[in-house]
């Protein structure tokens, strides 16, 4: 649940004794002493109450065992969080709104950490991650950010998280593998699964001759080529295992798109004049060897940016039912660099 801290966000000032956490409680006082007074900040918005409301709307079973923290300005957030949570592994910053974003063992120490940040005058607050979505909980929170008012941060990372929560991108193993290549088999499973395509059919017969009816990505492959969003490589050939490289994955997205006439050739021309890139991103995507976070973050710009019919990506995936974590992108700024 990523990056919604710009609107969602505090929680229960009730002491919780969580034991794992009882001797980072006990020397939180030190790390106050030895702090800087923080700057004045506006009360309008109280965002420890912000996430109380959520935890009660959501329920404490559904919190996760990542946390983010946003300490005040004018004090050592680096000192505070070692003394709450001297275990916790810090997974990544986020600069637009500097919070920090800790990796908890277990989702009970997680909630007793972020009981124990909100008790603190030095955090402005402390959210846990949760394992469902509450971008539209069931009685009205307080509206996200409008875009002049200022954007939530995306990485690559935390979109593969997103895709990954809505069951768009699977993991290998136990993360994304975002340095690894993406092949052409895996980029038609990625398209079955934006058109909506049930992954559990099978076919009698490829329309591929070195893609067996057998093969896993099959099915997903027959269903791009039926509609028209990829071409073999000649002779009969689909070279399933061969990498894409962005041209060919960019044609891919625009062709899902609409822009059927799109092709390697003029497809990162073709996606400067729609407006899924920019002049920057391609210039990014030229100079790098593309691979499965290069691939996220076209996704990001595919899904986000207008389709040939006026819509998006992102309209067609949440009117299908697909997690509404999605909806987050209509404010994020992807961070690629």
Known sequence: MKKY?????????????????????????????????????????????????????????????????????????YEIIHQVAPNAVQLREFDLIDAVKLEFPSSEQALAAVRAFNKLDSVKYAEPKYDIPYSQPSRPMEEPPTIDEGKPLTSPIEAAEILGQCGLLRGKENDFALDDPLTRAEGAVLLGRLQGMDEGVSIQESPFVDVPAEHWAAPAIACCADAGLVNGVGDGAFAPDTPLTAPQFVTMLLRLKGYQHAGPEDAMDMAISVQMLDEEARQWLDNRRFERKEMVCCLYWGITSADADGTTLLDKLVARGVDMALRSWELAELEYR
Request: with cysteine; hydrophobic share 45%.
């Open 5 to 77: 801290m710009c609107w969602i966000i505090g929680i229960c000032l009730a002491l919780l004794p969580f034991t794992a956490y009882a001797t980072g409680l006990a020397s939180v006082s030190s790390a106050e002493a030895t702090s800087q007074p923080a700057a004045e900040e506006d009360n309008e918005i109280d965002y420890k109450a912000l996430v109380e409301a959520v935890l009660h709307e959501i329920g404490e079973e559904h919190v996760t065992n990542i946390v983010y923290v946003v300490v005040k300005e004018g004090y050592d957030k």
